[in-house]
């Protein structure tokens, strides 16, 4: 069975940065494909960022381009959401996910194609 949790949210002051992770296991293979998402109180949960299976295609919102970074670490079954320059917008529950049956290089933000989630860990920008 495919888990995901997530780690590392908190509080943070504008301006600053945190880093999430995304811990895996039950995958029959290293190479699985990761989105990160996030859902604001009273809003519909969005893509922020994926990474493909084959670890070479990332995709970002606008919201968040140039400002966070999705990466991997095979060693550790870890996908780590690195945040920067955070504004108090920034604020949500965010969730990991993977589509098993992504095609080799490729990532999405269709939410109705995932098949497994984490439970979320809060971040929260505030001065």
């Known amino acids: 069975q495919v888990q995901l949790v997530e780690s590392g949210g908190g509080l943070v002051q504008p301006g600053g940065s945190l880093r999430l992770s995304c811990v895996a296991s039950?995958?029959?293979?290293?190479?699985?494909?990761i989105g990160w998402f996030r859902q604001a109180p009273g809003k519909e949960r969005e893509g922020v960022s994926c990474?493909?299976?084959?670890?070479?295609?990332?995709y970002y919102s606008d919201s968040v381009k140039g400002r966070f970074t999705i990466s991997r670490d095979f060693r550790k079954n870890t996908v780590y959401l690195q945040m920067s320059s955070l504004k108090p917008e920034d604020t949500a529950v965010y969730y990991c996910?993977?589509?098993?049956?992504?095609?080799?290089?490729?990532?999405?933000?269709?939410?109705?194609?995932?098949?497994?989630w984490g439970q979320g860990t809060q971040v929260t920008v505030s001065s």
């Open positions: 996910a993977t589509d098993e049956e992504a095609s080799w290089g490729t990532c999405h933000f269709g939410q109705d194609e995932y098949d497994y």
């Open positions: 990474i493909s299976s084959s670890d070479d295609i990332t």
């Open positions: 039950g995958f029959t293979s290293d190479y699985y494909e």
